[in-house]
C-alpha cells in the first residue's frame, strides 16, 4: 500500500512544476523544463504495472520516472488535480462520484446525478461546474502570464462541463492521427502549452483487465505514435492519471445491511474509496468486510491521504474505506454494474504508481 506524498513527486507537484515553469511560483514543484514550449500527454490509465509489460526499442525505460498518483487513484480525482494544481482536499473531487455542499452527491465526469444517465444535467440549475468548484485551470493560469495554449480532446467529452472546467481554448479529435495532426498544427502557430488526453488504455484496461494483450497493444501502439508524432522542439511530458488492478470479485454495499445501518447517506467516492457520511462508528466495518481498512477524518488528515500531512482543508467525510485486496465496493444508484475486469482507485501499488516520461528534454 503507498499513500501518495504531496510534498514530493505526485501529480500535484508536477501540476505545480508546469505552473513553475510559465513564472507562476508554486511552493510544491519537484522539478524544472528546459523549454518554455511543453505538451502534456495524459494516457488515462498507463499504470506503471502496464508500462513494465511493454517491450519497446523507441523508449530508454532506464530514462522514465517512477511517480504517484493521488488518492483516490481515479480519473476524476487525478484529472482535477494535475489540471488545476490543487490536491484533492482542494478541489474536493473525490471521485467518480463526490459530495457537494450546495447539491449533495453528484457524478462528477458527467456533471449530473448518480442516478441519473445525462450528461450536464446539472447545469440547467444555472451554475455551471466551474462556478460550482470554483476552480482556475493551469490553462487559464498560464493564458493570463501572456502564453499560448491549447487542450486536445476526444469529441465524445470535448463538450462537458467536466472539460471545460479543467482545460483552457479546447479543439477536438476523432482519431489519434487527427490528435497528432492538431498537435503539429498548434506547434507551427507557437502555441507555448498544448495538453493531449487519450482515454484508449483505460477503456481497454476496464475490459479485459490491466495485463490482456489487447491493453498491452494498445499502450505500445499509443506510446509510438507519441514518440513518433511529436514536435522535436517541444518538451513532451507523458504521465498517467492512475494504474490498474485486476479485479477480483465485487461486493454490493447497496445490498450490505451491515453497511447500510453504519451510514447516513449513499456513499461517495469510488468502489475502491468508499467515502461515508455516517451516524455510527464506521471502523466495525473492518470486521464485516475482509483485507478492508477504515480510516476517520482525523486519520486521513494525519495520514496525508488526500492533501498534505496534518493539513486540514474542510469537507472531509468522516470516513473511507479501502480495500486492501483486489476486491472492488459497488453501490449501485440505479441498479447496475459493469463488472469491470480491470478496476483501480485505492493504495495498493499497481494503483498508485505511474511513469513520467520526458521526451526532448
Known amino acids: 500500500?503507498?499513500?501518495?506524498?504531496?510534498?514530493?513527486?505526485?501529480?500535484?507537484?508536477?501540476?505545480?512544476?508546469?505552473?513553475?515553469?510559465?513564472?507562476?511560483?508554486?511552493?510544491?514543484?519537484?522539478?524544472?523544463?528546459?523549454?518554455?514550449?511543453?505538451?502534456?500527454?495524459?494516457?488515462d490509465g498507463l499504470g506503471w504495472n502496464i508500462l513494465q509489460k511493454i517491450k519497446t526499442d523507441e523508449l530508454n525505460m532506464n530514462k522514465v520516472i517512477k511517480m504517484h498518483t493521488v488518492f483516490p487513484s481515479t480519473t476524476?480525482?487525478?484529472?482535477?488535480?494535475?489540471?488545476?494544481?490543487?490536491?484533492?482536499?482542494?478541489?474536493?473531487?473525490?471521485?467518480?462520484?463526490?459530495?457537494?455542499?450546495?447539491?449533495?452527491?453528484?457524478?462528477?465526469?458527467?456533471?449530473?446525478?448518480?442516478?441519473?444517465?445525462?450528461?450536464?444535467?446539472?447545469?440547467?440549475?444555472g451554475k455551471s461546474m466551474q462556478e460550482i468548484l470554483n476552480l482556475k485551470n493551469i490553462g487559464k493560469q498560464i493564458k493570463e502570464k501572456g502564453y499560448k495554449t491549447t487542450s486536445i480532446l476526444p469529441n465524445c467529452i470535448s463538450r462537458t462541463e467536466f472539460s471545460k472546467t479543467l482545460y483552457s481554448n479546447i479543439d477536438e479529435y476523432r482519431t489519434l492521427w487527427e490528435?497528432?495532426?492538431?498537435?503539429?498544427?498548434?506547434?507551427?502557430?507557437?502555441?507555448?502549452?498544448?495538453?493531449?488526453?487519450?482515454?484508449?488504455?483505460?477503456?481497454?484496461?476496464?475490459?479485459?483487465?490491466?495485463?490482456?494483450?489487447?491493453?498491452?497493444?494498445?499502450?505500445?501502439?499509443?506510446?509510438?505514435?507519441?514518440?513518433?508524432?511529436?514536435?522535436?522542439?517541444?518538451?513532451?511530458?507523458?504521465?498517467?492519471?492512475h494504474g490498474f488492478i485486476q479485479t477480483d470479485k465485487a461486493i454490493f454495499l447497496d445490498e450490505n445491511q451491515d453497511f447500510k445501518d453504519v451510514i447516513e447517506m449513499p456513499p461517495f467516492g469510488d468502489a475502491r474509496a468508499i467515502f461515508m457520511k455516517t451516524r455510527k462508528d464506521a471502523k466495525i466495518l473492518e470486521e464485516k468486510f475482509e483485507n478492508f481498512k477504515v480510516y476517520s477524518s482525523d486519520e486521513i488528515i494525519k495520514e496525508g491521504l488526500l492533501s498534505k500531512k496534518e493539513e486540514e482543508k474542510g469537507l472531509i467525510p468522516d470516513y473511507v474505506g479501502i480495500p486492501l485486496d483486489r476486491k472492488v465496493y459497488p453501490y449501485r444508484f440505479k441498479g447496475t454494474y459493469a463488472g469491470h475486469k480491470g478496476h483501480h482507485g485505492a493504495l495498493l501499488e499497481e494503483e498508485i504508481e505511474i511513469p513520467l516520461i520526458i521526451l526532448n528534454p
Not at 500535484?12 to 514543484?29: A, F, K, R, W
Not at 474536493?92 to 442516478?115: D, F, S
Open 179 to 241: 490528435a497528432f495532426h492538431r498537435i503539429k498544427m498548434y506547434a507551427e502557430k507557437g502555441t507555448d502549452f498544448i495538453t493531449l488526453y487519450i482515454p484508449d488504455v483505460d477503456l481497454t484496461a476496464h475490459r479485459f483487465g490491466p495485463y490482456a494483450e489487447p491493453t498491452i497493444n494498445a499502450s505500445k501502439d499509443i506510446l509510438s505514435m507519441i514518440i513518433k508524432y511529436s514536435p522535436k522542439d517541444y518538451n513532451i511530458v507523458i504521465t498517467a492519471d
Open 1 to 43: 500500500m503507498i499513500i501518495p506524498d504531496y510534498e514530493k513527486d505526485t501529480l500535484y507537484n508536477l501540476s505545480s512544476s508546469i505552473l513553475n515553469n510559465y513564472g507562476i511560483n508554486t511552493e510544491d514543484s519537484f522539478m524544472t523544463f528546459q523549454n518554455k514550449k511543453l505538451i502534456l500527454v495524459l494516457v
Open 76 to 125: 476524476a480525482t487525478a484529472l482535477t488535480t494535475l489540471m488545476t494544481a490543487k490536491t484533492p482536499a482542494e478541489h474536493k473531487v473525490l471521485g467518480y462520484t463526490t459530495y457537494i455542499k450546495e447539491i449533495g452527491i453528484i457524478n462528477a465526469l458527467k456533471y449530473t446525478l448518480p442516478q441519473s444517465s445525462e450528461v450536464d444535467l446539472l447545469k440547467k440549475s
